[in-house]
């Protein structure tokens, strides 16, 4: 089998937006187990989204964008459902960039032989394939964006937000998360940037500039979220997967008060995983553990235990259609940061 | 009840020195399911100690150091059994480098109230508690080892090779990883550094010192480590959890490719995890799945499914007691980074 | 806090007529991981429907009736979407019985004292609760119609037609799935009929004739199971968990043949489950493992890895819109039993 | 590839009196995560063993014995740990009779075409295969000795009382559980028995016999095993897997009640399991929901949630060499039912 014979069938994004999920979701309120979890984030969320003072910040980990629910992200940024978006590199570079620059995602098995899908270039995610060549332009143009970046030491936020206006001229897929947040002033970060196709592009990019170069410092990421959690007061954490985004949308509370400002605890919290709690790891731990921490409050706190492509849809559908989102104000945390002098973070 | 009262009963981290394995796991290689996914990774973390080209890297996610696994890890390196290390930084700040600090982790319960262990300020990591006035310590004197270090852009190499030599005169537990491996020329890699008790520190330095400060570059992290992957050739990793440890040790293989060097993939691959494999994470992705991408050979790779704390140390000591380890030479890979000004990385 | 207060808000079991699933699950089969399994499933499920020749042998283990899918059971039984039922004593006596009584789940916390629920006779199921002297009722009920049925060595599912035959006249909810059907033909097999609140009761009438009593031949089952494989020919399994009900109808193919007739095997598979296939327990063997024994055709199967709650509803929602169900020729698999003597069974 | 190049590698049982897990179960109990529950279980494990008032019931479900744990159940029946043993019918018939016969398990691949298994005609269980034609001549040798048996209503324990009278004389391996379990008079109860191998062979059986057979009763079962915990008064469940076994045994509590006697709950209980907590299902549910139900003391108990085969072994090895069972009294509660005539049931 050749390349194209694997790469037929594409992942189509699921359109939250086509159906109406309010019945689905109020009869799961009344029933137990998954679906009772489903239905109380979803009410969770809602409540974040109707109470004005909040900040609704998306951690996103895992392949949930590849698996078809990229576009579910897009339209929470473009219908005021988030207002930060704290995600792996993986999800914003090599699933949302890469869409954007016109690549597709493809429906694939789990059950092939890995050694034959090399020898055409095919990566596997699960049961999803991508054109590895194709990766590699997207490598490609982040090491472009570096290049025309000028040196400096920048948060990943910043070196995103050159993606969007990137994106603005360049996409040919203009729905992405990156531009729709980008056009709708909602900050990126991810963390741990270089962990993804974005690394590549820019290790060339320092490699072929060893004395002046674009540099992205973490550090800097945590700042400036921690000064939005400072601005903010009000926060709530809608969380698909765990890992790094997880943890350090949580920390802001911490980070916060060890800069000596007192903060509230984060006042909403879902978490969608299939992580388990039983290795101490933070992916699966409890949203009430967190609350050891001072991290997260206890009142309003949802873990949602399943395969996020099975239950997101059906959850945003129903914030969507209950439409809350039509009353809140735009945060556009990004004009904070807009007219500093690159090194500085406002406010803190 | 008072802080005291919960933290009564200290972690005591297993001593694979001081029992052999070696019948149970040879037992075990005749066994099924975990029983013999665990002795065939032994068997493999045997071979690539074994196979003198081996440069072995010793990646770690989630908590198995305050859980007890802490001096597996350093016994790994102190008897020669590991070459580079890839962490969180929690492992590595939070857990070592807070114990290194002569702070301990404690016996708890997965059952408590977490808003009475929020009222005395401990944290709760699964059945495990911290002092959390304990950690601020940590924080604290990240911070205080970042403001003596000058201007900068490092990789989180870099800086944990200060916090080594900082432990060479100021620790309280002599045995900690990140002294160990300072010792031994083992460079410690956590790419996403701020994302840890160290990101505090660091964020309030930053803060304290806008004008000029340290700050941590992600993309020298990947930048240093692919240098390692070019220049060892042959390479085999151990995995305990997977998060951006695992991701970004793979990608060193495609990272070396992206700068053009032809570079073979890692030859031996063990991972020890919980994380499912259904949602596409890069967690729970098996090793053919990283096949598929060009990261891992299929030849000699083991999943082993299974919560670290319980396999980890029969596989440690039984590699210990066949004693393989002594006849290996040292690498120290910490070397090729010591003569180079601030910004180099030789070789790429 | 007094029974009454753990007691307030009753579980509603879904309806999955009253919303139509159908855009939804269409989108999830251009998605990735659970949810183009849960669409797969959901094809597969009208696939057996479409399939005239077809007996659709539903298998349900764990505890999805209690939950909030009870209705969901019925109205596959009502609507023609099920020949045969294949399930855990629990869910026939414990849930589905139990409410015909006139009885109610509720909806509870799986954060909560034990001890406090015991002191108040509250059983938990999770995050479910149910009135543990309401569940004496029920073991007394099933006494009654076993000291009313006459000495003898009957299957589960002659019995069973017995409860179904008592609640025609005496039951306080009508729609309950014993009733069903009963009234549709439908045989209910529970081959570890006595490990539920059935058990109890019988046990109770056999000490309490002692020389003479109702006994439950599980062979007899079996038995009567394979019977309907025999004559049916081409078979299709739709399994919501694992345990015995998995296990044994997928006997059936063996035991056809061990008889020495030659069957063909299960044609069509579904499998909804949240079980580990690691530790080679039937529960969470995948359909392909069931291939090498020869049980399950491979050429039309699907597991779907999650929990029932979240997927079953609108798995069945799309098959119920699809109408598909409407053309079917009812099977009524109970007749053949019928015109017989007890002890025998007709066509093996 | 022929049949026999798939069945080369024999499992070989381990021998949990070969080494002494001491050591590591004692370091284990000052970790955290799986091997503090590890530690825990195995202690509970003994402190059964030291009260010399408490019947201690093996419970076991899923495959570990076919994976290399069979030889531990023999042990703890030859040393004196177990007084009453209740399995799945696979466990009995389909891993332990099948070996008695003096067949074997091989060491297989998860990772296999089953439609070439299924062509030579090989079963695969997860990564273990079993020659199927073997398995027929075990049906068959039930099929045999339920011929011998004569006419009758029988529980599972007195037909496996049986295979073990057979097995005295026709054992070609005469360490089996059912042997051992035979000579020590320790009663095997399987409450689906016709769920297996058995159910084959019995109903080949009963079809040759259709006037006059052997049928097994599982409320019997039930009867007998009730009868068991009300002459113990104080018992212990050790529990590998969950299932029917699980259940079953708890149940006995709730079973002794409904019959007029106050009995304890059970005073000790240790499950080992990978079952999801979150469905529901009993083989999941943790013991603290248990104890809602009133059927296991919330005192001394211990989940561990692992696969067996990588912890069992440690467990047993470790009460095996305190060797407190060495001071033990065999209860030997199979004589409690010889003098019986079928079809009654001591004590109750």
């Known amino acids: 089998m050749g390349k ?159 993606m969007g206006r990137y994106l603005v001229s360049e996409a040919k897929k203009s729905d992405s998360l990156i531009q729709a947040a980008y056009e709708k002033g909602v900050p990126i970060f991810c963390p741990a940037f270089s962990d993804s196709s974005a690394g590549f592009g820019l290790v060339k990019h320092q490699v072929e500039n060893p004395e002046s170069h674009v540099s992205i410092d973490s550090v800097k990421d945590l700042r400036e979220l921690t000064s939005i959690k400072i601005k903010s007061e009000i926060t709530g954490l809608f969380m698909v997967g765990g890992g790094v985004p997880k943890n350090i949308a949580q920390d802001t509370v911490v980070c916060a008060e060890v800069l000596g400002h007192s903060v509230s605890m984060h006042k909403y919290a879902v978490q969608i995983t299939v992580a388990d709690v039983r290795d101490g790891g933070c992916s699966g731990s409890t949203l009430k553990e967190a609350a050891s921490w001072g991290k997260v409050d206890t009142g309003h706190e949802q873990m949602v235990y399943a395969e996020a492509s099975s239950v997101l849809p059906l959850m945003v559908s129903y914030v969507y259609h209950k439409a809350d989102w039509q009353k809140r104000v735009q945060r556009q945390w990004s004009k904070i940061f807009e007219p500093l002098l690159q090194g500085k973070v406002e406010g803190i």
Chains 1, 2, 3, 4 share one sequence.
């Open 4 to 162: 194209k014979d694997y790469l037929k069938d594409e992942i189509k994004h699921i359109d939250i937006k086509s159906f109406d999920s309010t019945e689905i979701i109020e009869s799961m309120s009344d029933m137990s187990f998954t679906a009772r979890e489903t239905a109380k984030a979803a009410e969770l969320l809602n409540m974040m989204i109707s109470d004005k003072d909040c900040t609704i910040i998306l951690c996103i980990a895992g392949s949930s964008s590849a698996g078809g629910c990229m576009q579910v992200y897009v339209d929470m940024v473009r219908h005021n459902m988030v207002d930060v978006i704290v995600a792996t590199g993986a999800s914003i570079v090599d699933m949302d960039f890469f869409e954007a620059l016109g690549f597709k995602h493809y429906k694939g098995s789990s059950q092939v032989d890995d050694r034959k899908l090399r020898e055409v270039f095919i990566d596997r995610i699960y049961d999803t394939y991508i054109d590895e060549e194709q990766l590699q332009i997207c490598d490609e143009t982040i090491r472009k964006i570096a290049d025309d970046l000028g040196t400096g030491v920048y948060s990943s936020r910043e070196f995103i937000r050159e």
